[in-house]
Nanobody
Framework: QVQLVESGGGLVQAGGSLRLSCAAS????????MSWYRQAPGKQRELVAR???????DYADSVKGRVTISRDNAKNTVYLQMSSLKPEDAAVYYC???????WGQGTQVTVSS
């Protein structure tokens, strides 16, 4: 079973930036798309961004233009660069490999207004 470890969250002022990282175990990372999800209190987990095996990307409308997803297959790591953060971006952020139902502990992003 794949293990995912997210990091990089924290407290940031509105308009600030953060870079999240997610490291995956094993040697299958390059074979799968990688996604970032987020879940705010009282809300459903939602897809933020996805990067496919060949580098194509897809973003939620709410973050387009402010977020960039990237991957480093040599490091089994996917990144989420977030800028111009808004209070509504505050959530626990999780990464996901493919469609596996395996989640890490997440990393908390807090945005102060």
């Amino acid at each position: 079973q794949v293990q995912l470890v997210e990091s990089g969250g924290g407290l940031v002022q509105a308009g600030g930036s953060l870079r999240l990282s997610c490291a995956a175990s094993g040697n299958i990372f390059s074979r799968y798309s990688m996604s970032w999800y987020r879940q705010a209190p009282g809300k459903q987990r939602e897809l933020v961004a996805r990067i496919f095996t060949r580098g194509g990307t897809d973003y939620a409308d709410s973050v387009k233009g402010r977020v960039t997803i990237s991957r480093d297959n040599a490091k089994n790591t996917v990144y989420l660069q977030m800028s111009s953060l808004k209070p509504e971006d505050a959530a626990v952020y999780y990464c996901r490999m493919g469609n596996f139902n395996s989640w890490g502990q997440g990393t908390q992003v807090t945005v102060s207004s």
